[in-house]
């Protein structure tokens, strides 16, 4: 174990004593508990590192090696030369053929789905802008081709989708249906005359909105749409939603007759991503233009598909959205961490108020405080990177081998992947304000990044599936009514199925899982008392949700007998809050036990301690914020909490002396933090500080 | 009472359906509990505008009259651009002599604090780029000149002051000292021979950072320095941190001779302000240029002051920065009430999901979820809306009558400046993230609005006093050590009054006011089991105070016996957490009885009922966010904090009903809300909802 007070003895390590001009008196009396300001203990954060990295590593360090300052997000420009900096970055990466990665090898690429979405995640150190145009042009429009393409479409597009010749949309949010995809209202009517599709938005709600590339550098879009045919009677038949490419721009940037496009123009953030809307009035397209492979329509307007249940079909269809917000999730963790790694180095150098004894300033990680913002996010940061990297490699696996996945486990990916991205994002966005304020003054120029970081992130916990909705959806899988209808809102559907679900058949499958049975059979106290064993941090979070499960569940059997829409409503309605609850504390212990899967594979026994902490703190920060529910139902005793309290403050002064270590092992570009703040006069003397010196000399100008 | 269902009879008033072209049979049947999208109660809106108003309404509404669109936070400028509007529209506000108010009657102004601050706050709904750089010259830099210059000085410089035509900065904050004001570094050192002083900055960490005005338009600057005399024995003497007016920028904008500018460029925000550093080599001013109303020079070097204590002198000196924290708290609530009547809005014509029996869109407002993220937060800006208006008031009693203020008196007002300033910019900040949330993709759109609030308002977090320090000094005021020392970090001496403090001091103090009284007389409920009963809420309150301040009392104590300085840091350290903790339970307390006391006041009974459940709403969101606190100690048994939660549930909903009036009564003038999101294709169609028609019809185009 590693004491209070005996932390930095691993960040005076050998390295720092035997630079050159170190000072072996350089380090005050006051029991400071964080270490110098140098470099963190190089062997203890090569282990970190290790599990952080996962099984993708190799391509994480590809991608570090080929990480230049020229591809940071450049501060200050004007929207347009911003736009331009970024068009520029993704031909860059275009040549570097890291996007060629993500597709499949009969089209060209490489199907390494889980070494490209780990290099889209590392890109979330740099510019989200970057990433997220990446992220339309060959996540979402390319893999909506070779999700939904058929040989001949992918064979004509696909080349120049990879070498950036063809810049394209993903153009499904429309307006006024956002997160309801199913009820999206253009249309594309076939034409048998003609042999041609009729796109319309027939409603201003149905105008697309927010599409990525749309604004500016897009010229053909997988438009999203109703698919009408013509029936034998003459009525129009829908088919449900399906995708077409369609045209939106000519060579010379001009709209295509019967296109409009508007540009989003300034946004929150992601200023070098061209968002815009467009309006199709009647446009026509060939029949071909339909991406046919799970629904077509030949030449007689005769419709057919491999796939007969309409939700099923619509499921399938939108499976691109899956690797969206898988990536969307790792991108947001990468920045969180960026931002966190920011904040504790500053707060190592940048020192305030004098302690009483030495009159020295003491740096602002020393203040429990401080500890308190910073520690508990750190670990949260690990926990969710050790997560990310198991959903990635569960995407990675279906992607290789969709056979291998019933409908239970595909369901499950899909709703994991729902809800890191909801998690991760929204994490995110809290972790780089704390670290923003954290930093105080500095923290708010732009050269410092910590504001520019917030900005482009803001909108992670909105697109790809706005983070209430994803949640939602973790907690409706739980109840088992997510079946065929992805991201469908019938509530009345979920009310009755709820009649059905045993909860036991969740829980059971939980406790069936190996590392239920390894944590368990290594409880070592039975009388379930300490939060620290992991078995018991376990349990407590399990049975967490599975109560809240069980109850959410009882709640919406109340709606069973009525036939009335508007009762069920309400009762879903009014249980609301507690299904998010549920899905919340879904999540809480799906990615403890992914962390504590890679705590329990590590084998550098260092590391292991040290990421047994971090999961310890991860655990404690979930109890301090869900306290009240602990106490309300007995799950904990007052004793019990008060003590996690305390356990929790210990812990982030004792990983507060490991602070630079832990995030070192982050494995973040150097040149990401050459920001102003971390070198000027408002902080310690970096050469002093490289050099192991702890004293605060107040250099002088004369 | 109203029922859960009844709540919209009040907004489905004669207006609406006396209306040109409304449909009785509008309203869908599912038991909407949301108005429609049109205005809301008028006469209800009036009589809580009335009660948020205040005691300055006439100030208020005359700078209502004079807002005007082009006062909005422009879109899209360039920085260069954005400063040019801003500093037009500083001088469209000396024109309008509002700024003259704030300045003693003495110097040309009127006295009026209380109407001045009402004005600024304004600026709120507007522009905080505006607000901040209005509150940097005519507030501090102007307002250091008032409150620290001799007759002579005032009247040499605050008329172009007040006209604009000398644009000045409050040159306080350094690079290495933020919140260590005390001991900020830059020089001041009286040369007889010459009898100059001297102003220096002696080391790169003493460098003015963050300075308003100094990127581009300041030419004067208020800088505070160390004061230094030649002592008898040839030895400099120190006389703390005192305030000199130092040219930096001559008429043509070039710096001074030894004056080092540096342009601060892009923030996270307030693009629209010029922050910039100040560096000083030996530069030299007349002795006249010292603001000696509290520590004079003679021409040989002889220093004096009317107040002999350093500490005491210290306080005095930074008086302006109580104006200004009382001024950044009244601003970013103003922000805040945009935000959410923004967000209110777009989630009552905004619509997701069909509802399964009607078949018609949901809007937002109506799911639970939603309510749960806006409704508490309308409840706690009218709470901090009528606490912003109590301190405002103390602080003009005070500035009109400095000896009706006994120390502990002003000590007081001092701590609730700094605590309301803490507690409402975090909160601002909170609701505009949570509004922008709540507004989905839309809300990420610049030209609607709440990003740019958002940037503009975070570092309000940071500026004139960083939350974190500015809670733990309500802290310590508490503790009774927060005496002369304004500001100060020295623990050892807060340790050491925690000896001496009884805490029933404080305790009796609470318990004797009038309020107290009335509402302990007024409960109904003497097994104070009813949450809802405004005394049980005040003793809920003070109680949960009380007891975090006498444990952390008892804490400090532990360090009594030591001289040592390193175990009173540690103790104090320790019991950080703990600290902030009893500061900010304070807080909630004191706006608590400020918001009883406005509902107290107010005469309308619909008014006083509505209000009556905003206050409910306020304590219970407190009570929700601490519910660990209350059940550890045995405050609230399980029992009522589950129905503490429902009750909060209900009440969402209930005041949801509402939720139009509610933020109608922020009184912001209607082409705030003219943002594409409001009207656009994506919402009700506003002549539909304007003339209370509840239907959706999908407005074709063809």
């Not at 260092?606 to 306290?627: N, P, Q, R, S, T």
Request: glycine letters at 10%; one cysteine or more.
């Amino acid at each position: 174990m590693i004491s209070e007070t005996d932390a930095p003895s691993s960040t005076t390590s050998a390295d720092a004593s035997s630079a050159p001009g170190a000072s072996p008196a350089g380090r005050p009396d006051y029991g400071r508990v964080t270490g110098p300001a140098g470099p963190g203990d190089t062997a203890l954060a090569a282990g970190l590192q290790k599990v952080l990295d996962g099984h993708w590593a190799q391509a994480r360090e590809h991608t570090r090696a080929a990480m230049t300052p020229d591809m940071l997000n450049p501060i200050g420009l004007s929207m347009e030369e911003h736009r331009e900096h970024v068009l520029a970055q993704l031909k860059r990466l275009a040549e570097s053929g890291m996007p060629d990665r993500g597709f499949p090898v009969e089209d060209g690429g490489q199907g390494d789905t889980g070494g490209v979405l780990t290099s889209f995640e590392m890109l979330g150190h740099l510019d989200l802008s970057v990433m997220v145009k990446a992220g339309v042009q060959w996540g979402l429009f390319g893999g909506a081709i070779a999700n939904l393409g058929n040989a001949e479409t992918r064979a004509k597009y696909l080349p120049d989708v990879m070498s950036l010749d063809l810049l394209g949309c993903f153009a499904m949010t429309e307006l006024g249906q956002g997160s309801d995809v199913q009820n999206l209202e253009t249309t594309a009517t076939f034409d048998p005359e003609t042999g041609e599709f009729v796109v319309h938005s027939p409603t201003p709600s149905s105008e697309k909105a927010y599409i990525g590339n749309a604004g500016r550098d897009g010229r053909l879009a997988a438009v999203f749409a109703q698919l009408i045919t013509p029936g034998e009677d003459g009525e129009d038949v829908g088919h449900g939603v399906h995708c077409l490419l369609v045209p939106i721009r000519d060579a010379s940037g001009e709209a295509m007759p019967g296109v409009t496009l508007t540009d989003h123009g300034h946004k929150g953030g992601l200023l070098g991503v061209d968002n815009g809307r467009i309006l199709f009035d009647h446009v026509r397209v060939p029949r071909q233009a339909l991406l046919d492979r799970f629904g077509a329509v030949d030449a007689e307007g005769n419709y057919s598909s491999p796939i007969d249940s309409v939700g099923a079909r619509f499921f399938t269809m939108l499976g691109t959205l899956i690797r969206g917000r898988v990536s969307v999730g790792a991108a947001s963790g990468a920045t969180a961490r960026t931002a966190l790694a920011t904040a504790v180095r500053y707060g190592l150098v940048r020192r305030q108020f004098d302690h009483p004894d030495t009159g020295k300033g003491i740096p602002l990680l020393e203040y429990r405080e401080h500890q308190r913002r910073l520690m508990p996010r750190v670990a949260r940061a690990y926990a969710y990177a050790c997560a990310q990297n198991a959903i990635i490699a569960e995407l990675d696996e279906f992607e290789r081998d969709p056979d291998a996945f019933d409908t239970v486990r595909r369901r499950e990916m899909e709703a994991h992947a729902a809800g890191i991205k909801a998690t991760v994002s929204g994490f995110a966005n809290d972790a780089i304000s704390e670290a923003r304020l954290a930093c105080g003054g500095a923290g708010y120029m732009s050269e410092n990044r910590l504001t520019e970081m917030r900005k482009d992130c803001d909108v992670f916990s909105t697109f790809e599936g706005d983070n209430v909705v994803l949640t939602q959806l973790v907690g409706k899988e739980l109840l088992g009514a997510y079946a065929a209808e992805f991201g469908d809102m019938d509530q009345r559907e979920t009310v009755s199925f709820a009649l059905n679900t045993v909860a036991e058949v969740v829980q059971e499958k939980t406790r069936a899982s190996t590392l239920w049975q390894k944590l368990i059979d290594s409880v070592t106290d039975r009388e379930h008392t300490d939060i620290l064993d992991r078995g018991n941090q376990l349990e407590l979070l399990v049975d967490r949700e599975e109560h809240l499960l069980e109850t959410v569940a009882r709640r919406l059997r109340k709606a069973q007998d009525s036939d009335d829409g508007s009762a069920a409503f309400k009762v879903f309605n009014s249980a609301q809050d507690h299904l998010l609850h549920t899905g919340r504390a879904h999540m809480d212990s799906w990615v403890f036990a992914r962390f504590a899967e890679a705590v329990d594979a590590c084998e550098d026994p260092e590391a292991k301690e040290v990421l047994g902490m971090l999961c310890d703190l991860y655990v404690l920060d979930i109890v301090e914020h869900d306290k009240g529910w602990f106490l309300e139902h007995n799950r904990l005793t007052t004793e019990r909490t008060k003590a996690a309290t305390a356990a929790r403050n210990r812990l982030c002064t004792k990983l507060a002396g490991r602070a630079r270590t832990l995030v070192d092992a982050f494995a973040i570009p150097e040149f990401v933090f050459d920001i102003p703040m971390l070198t000027d006069g408002g902080v310690d003397d970096p050469v002093e500080a490289a050099a192991g010196v702890e004293g605060w000399t107040k250099r002088g100008l004369e």
